[in-house]
């Protein structure tokens, strides 16, 4: 299997524009989670899925922050508009089982966003 | 909400040596996780610990679940270059990470 596979890798982009962070979970797996990695604030839970519903999304920091999972094999998080604040490494991770599954959690490579 | 508070926040240890680094917290969690990430990756589970009390070993690492569900350690013996990395403990209620430990081992 390929593992969590997130697009793009690096994303460079200017205050106010959009930005639309990609996941694919690994197959089979019910269970999507994005996380966002700062330096300041370490290692966050931003929202949950669980077969494809949005199940927590307590974590999302603010209304320019939406997160979508029309399928068992994608899921988008977009930021609109983006602030140089919202720099930081954001992880995809899937898992597989009943309530969070965490045990079983796998976490993609991450996308690494700069907002200048 | 519920903090977790990791530490040492860096090691730097000669190769051979053994390593500890333990997560506290105010809260009970019902499941302890240690991950590793390196440079440029995901984080990567090294360990997942249910019960108070429990000891748990992935080779060289060891890990517990505290008896107050409020702490756990790792522990990693004799260790080696590719120790290397950030670590990172987990508390399951909401998914709450420590700051993680960063770990250098010197040959």
């Known amino acids: 299997d390929a593992g969590v596979i997130q697009s793009p890798r690096h994303e460079v982009t200017e205050m106010g524009q959009e930005v639309t962070l990609r996941c694919k979970p690994i197959s089979g797996h019910n269970s999507l989670f994005w996380y966002r990695q700062t330096m300041m604030r370490g290692l966050e839970l931003l929202i949950y899925?669980?077969?494809?519903?949005?199940?927590?999304d307590s974590g999302m920091p603010e209304d320019r922050f939406s997160a979508k999972m029309p399928n068992a094999s994608f899921s988008t998080l977009k930021i609109q508009p983006s602030e140089p604040r919202d720099s930081a490494v954001y992880f995809c991770?899937?898992?597989f089982g009943v309530g969070r599954g965490i045990e079983t959690q796998y976490f993609g490579p991450g996308t690494r966003l700069l907002v200048l | 909400g519920q903090q977790l508070n990791q530490s040492p926040q860096s090691m730097f240890i000669q190769e051979g040596e053994d390593v500890s680094m333990n997560c506290t917290s105010s809260?009970?969690?019902?499941?302890w996780l240690w991950y590793k990430q390196d440079p440029g990756e995901g984080p990567v589970l090294l360990i997942a610990l249910y019960k108070a009390g429990e000891l748990t070993s992935n080779g060289r690492l060891t890990a517990q679940f505290g008896i107050t569900r409020k702490d756990s350690f790792l522990n990693i013996s004799a260790s080696i270059p590719s120790d290397v990395g950030i670590y990172f403990c987990a508390g399951v209620n909401d998914m709450r990470f420590g700051a993680g430990t960063r770990l250098t081992v010197k040959p």
């Open positions: 809260s009970i969690f019902n499941t």
């Open positions: 899925f669980n077969n494809n519903v949005p199940i927590d």
């Open positions: 991770a899937s898992s």
